[in-house]
């Protein structure tokens, strides 16, 4: 079966740096995604990976290894701003999206 | 403002009752999705249309069915609403298969 696998719940610091990891079993792959979703607020996007590596967007990094089915976002100088869930997603090989449950990230003063 | 547009916000209803949900996007995307969410899991996926005329069945489709009668309507309607269909419903949009979904801000729905 297809399988997306992440923290349910994360706890850190207003200014400090937090990774969120994701790790996933599909039927092919076509990409990783990130999208932030603040309570009660539809998913925005936030990153997309498809090759192995590093993307770096402002304070938001995602990364991937797909020889590992794992991917990490990685979030820098927390604002109090960034609470919110984060869902991670692969695109399988029939172009569906496969939703993690995602990650309660609670940051704190 | 493009974007996607769902009605109602919210809605409660007697079990038994049908029920469309509405979506409609002016960015001109080929592919449009319904999902729902529910605590704990993640979003689970009802129906899809790749392009206008076609509908394909998500993960959890049973009890709901789909139109694409033109690019931009995706209503979802519920035939005999159950209490187990209680959830929020997002609706979703993407240019191609490939490309990250924009979403509607939902409809939060409660069947009594």
């Known amino acids: 079966g297809q399988n997306i696998d992440q923290p349910t719940e994360m706890t850190a610091t207003e200014g400090a740096i937090v990774q969120i990891n994701c790790t996933y079993q599909?039927?092919?792959?076509?990409?990783l995604f990130w999208y932030q979703q603040h309570a009660g607020e539809a998913p925005t996007f936030l990153s997309y990976?498809?090759l192995d590596g590093l993307e770096e967007k402002g304070r938001f990094s995602s990364f991937l290894s797909r020889s590992k089915g794992y991917s990490y976002l990685l979030l820098k100088e927390l604002q109090m701003k960034d609470s919110a869930s984060y869902l991670c997603a692969v695109m399988d090989s029939n172009y569906q999206l496969i939703w993690g449950a995602g990650t309660k990230l609670i940051i704190k003063p | 403002i493009a974007g996607i547009t769902q009605a109602p916000t919210s809605q409660i209803l007697a079990a038994g009752r049908r029920m469309t949900l509405r979506c409609t996007q002016d960015?001109?995307?080929?592919?449009m999705y319904w999902y729902r969410q529910d605590l704990g899991l993640g979003l689970r996926l009802i129906h899809y249309s790749n392009t206008a005329g076609t509908t394909g069945k998500g993960e959890v489709p049973d009890g709901y069915s789909v139109s694409r009668a033109n690019t931009d309507d995706f209503p979802l309607t519920l035939a005999s609403a159950v209490p187990s269909q209680t959830s929020v419903y997002f609706c979703a949009s993407s240019p191609k298969e490939k490309d990250g979904y924009t979403f509607g801000s939902g409809t939060r729905l409660t069947v009594v």
């Open positions: 990976n498809v």
């Open positions: 960015m001109r995307h080929n592919a």
């Open positions: 599909t039927s092919g792959f076509n990409g």
